[in-house]
C-alpha cells in the first residue's frame, strides 16, 4: 500500500512538472507587478546566525499591503525561512535584533484601531518561540527605535534597554 500510494504522489508530481515546464513563458504583466511580494528590511544578528526580514503581500483590490516577519538561519544546510508574525492586515516593521541574538524588536500597528492603523507600537519577540510582547504605549504610536548598549546593575545582572522615540501625530 506504501509503495502504491509513493508512485502515486510520483506520477502526480512529474505531471506537475510537465505541465508546468509546458507553460511558454511570457512577459511580465502589469497584475504580475502589483500583485508580486517583496522582501525587505533585512537585519542580520549579532552572532551572524539568523537574519530576520520583512515580506510585504499586497492587496490590490483593497489597495493597501501586509508585511510579517520572517526568520531564516545564515548558516548550515536549512536555508527554510521561518515566519515569525502572524497578523491578517496588520503590518510588522523594521525588524532589530537584541544584543544578545535571542529576539528581535519591532514596530507593529497589531493593536491599533482602524481609525489609527498608521500608529505602530514596539514589541519584542523571543526566537524559539511565544508571542509578541509589547513594549511601548505610545499615545501617538512610535515612530522608530533602537537597543542601547547593555549596562551592569550593581550585582552583575546585565539588562538590555531599549531607547524609543514617539511619533509626532
Not at 135 to 147: C, D, L, N, P, Q
Amino acid at each position: 500500500m506504501i509503495i502504491h500510494r509513493s508512485a502515486l504522489v510520483i506520477h502526480s508530481l512529474l505531471a506537475t512538472l510537465a505541465f508546468a515546464q509546458s507553460i511558454p513563458p511570457r512577459p511580465m504583466t502589469f497584475m504580475d507587478v502589483i500583485t508580486a511580494r517583496s522582501v525587505g528590511q533585512p537585519a542580520v544578528s549579532p552572532d551572524a546566525r539568523w537574519m530576520a526580514y520583512t515580506l510585504t503581500t499586497p492587496d490590490w483590490q483593497a489597495g493597501k499591503s501586509f508585511s510579517d516577519i520572517y526568520l531564516v538561519p545564515l548558516a548550515g544546510g536549512d536555508a527554510k525561512a521561518r515566519r515569525m508574525t502572524f497578523t491578517k492586515e496588520k503590518n510588522e516593521s523594521s525588524p532589530q535584533w537584541s544584543r544578545d541574538s535571542r529576539g528581535v524588536a519591532f514596530l507593529s500597528n497589531r493593536e491599533a484601531p482602524e481609525s489609527k492603523a498608521a500608529q505602530n507600537q514596539l514589541y519584542y519577540l523571543r526566537i524559539d518561540g511565544g508571542e509578541a510582547l509589547r513594549i511601548s504605549e505610545g499615545k501617538e504610536g512610535v515612530h522608530s527605535f533602537a537597543f542601547s548598549k547593555a549596562v551592569s546593575d550593581n550585582i552583575g545582572i546585565k539588562s538590555v534597554y531599549v531607547e524609543y522615540w514617539f511619533g509626532t501625530g
